[in-house]
């Protein structure tokens, strides 16, 4: 999706799932989490409707690069049923989304997703 990018340039309008306030991130100076919520939303439609059109949540995998990474770890462990898998590439945990605690209940924990995280420098 494009929407607004704080971090790039005067605040423009990118390929981006959600406002980044700045670059780069850090455990003392964490994003806010300005528009999460919806783009994680519209993930967990998309597989709400996958499973109400008939595929098996244990043929649903979700998966992103980057930002869409991030996204893709919140939305897996937020999801209401357990789906096949999640890949990660080069994401992150999203500090305002409170992934540690939401992975505790998460039914995705208890039905057995696997999760595939990848980050490195070269």
Do not use: K, N
């Amino acid at each position: 999706p494009m929407q607004h990018a704080s971090c790039v340039g005067q605040g423009q309008i990118t390929t981006s799932w959600y406002d980044i306030q700045a670059l780069p991130m850090t455990l003392s100076r964490p994003d806010p989490g300005t528009g999460q919520r919806e783009s994680i939303d519209r993930v967990l439609g998309l597989i709400d409707f996958a499973i109400a059109d008939g595929i098996p949540p244990s043929r649903i995998v979700v998966g992103g690069h980057s930002q869409g990474g991030a996204l893709a770890l919140a939305a897996t462990l937020q999801a209401r049923v357990a789906i096949a898998g999640c890949i990660v590439l080069s994401g992150w945990a999203l500090p305002s989304q409170g992934l540690a605690t939401c992975a505790s209940s998460s039914p995705t924990i208890a039905g057995g997703t696997r999760f595939l995280v990848c980050h490195g420098d070269q």
